[in-house]
T-cell receptor, first 114, second 113 residues
Framework: EAGVTQSPTHLIKTRGQQATLRCSPISGHTSVYWYQQALGLGLQFLLWYDEGEERNRGNFPPRFSGRQFPNYSSELNVNALELEDSALYLC?????????????FGPGTRLTVL | KNQVEQSPQSLIILEGKNCTLQCNYTVSPFSNLRWYKQDTGRGPVSLTIMTFSENTKSNGRYTATLDADTKQSSLHITASQLSDSASYIC????????????FGTGTRLTVIP
């Protein structure tokens, strides 16, 4: 069974540009979560999508946005990039938006903002 | 306030030795607790999950314990291997709330030959 996949693996942008990160969940999973992990820090919750709807978002500015497609894959968009956006962005999927459903993580996208 | 605290922040041990990582939480109402292993630059991988009624669970050389009364958990690694070098993250779920997962900042374990 294929796991959660993310693309691209690495992404290099300059300040002010926009970045688009993609995530494909495990087949059958309807929930997708996005997390930011800055170097040396813990995971910070960004966004949660379930059945195509945004269910919750973390304490991040509006320039962090995303969407979930009918096939449950998801996109994370970061506008007006800032240097501090450099981080590993992790996507996770689960069977549904309940805490007892384990989240399976993808390998991440390393975003570097120059 | 729902929080998860892990200790130590980092740990260096010799190959073959045992070690124990700690996780204290204030999350309420408690649903379950998971330990994840995260290799550098990769996504976390689940090691164990425990609910309120479980006080120990093993996965190979990894054994997790849970004391729901004191709100403490530990992850014990036996006969460490070089491949155990990673960050270990404690994640606690609350029973309610739209975003009810609380992450610790992890313990960075380095196993040296």
């Amino acid at each position: 069974e294929a796991g959660v996949t993310q693309s691209p693996t690495h992404l290099i942008k300059t300040r002010g540009q926009q970045a688009t990160l993609r995530c494909s969940p495990i087949s059958g999973h309807t929930s997708v979560y996005w997390y930011q992990q800055a170097l040396g820090l813990g995971l910070q919750f960004l966004l949660w999508y379930d059945e195509g709807e945004e269910r919750n978002r973390g304490n991040f500015p509006p320039r962090f946005s995303g969407r979930q497609f009918p096939n449950y894959s998801s996109e994370l968009n970061v506008n007006a990039l800032e240097l501090e956006d450099s981080a590993l962005y992790l996507c996770a999927s689960s069977l549904g938006g309940h805490s007892y459903n384990e989240q399976f993580f993808g390998p991440g996208t390393r975003l570097t903002v120059l | 306030k729902n929080q998860v605290e892990q200790s130590p922040q980092s740990l260096i041990i010799l190959e073959g030795k045992n070690c124990t990582l700690q996780c204290n939480y204030t999350v309420s109402p408690f649903s379950n607790l998971r330990w994840y292993k995260q290799d550098t630059g990769r996504g976390p991988v689940s090691l164990t999950i425990m609910t309120f009624s479980e006080n120990t669970k093993s996965n190979g050389r990894y054994t997790a314990t849970l004391d729901a009364d004191t709100k403490q958990s530990s992850l014990h690694i036996t006969a460490s291997q070089l491949s155990d070098s990673a960050s270990y993250i404690c994640v606690v779920s609350a029973q309610t709330g739209a975003n009810n997962l609380f992450f610790g900042t992890g313990t960075r374990l380095t196993v040296i030959p």
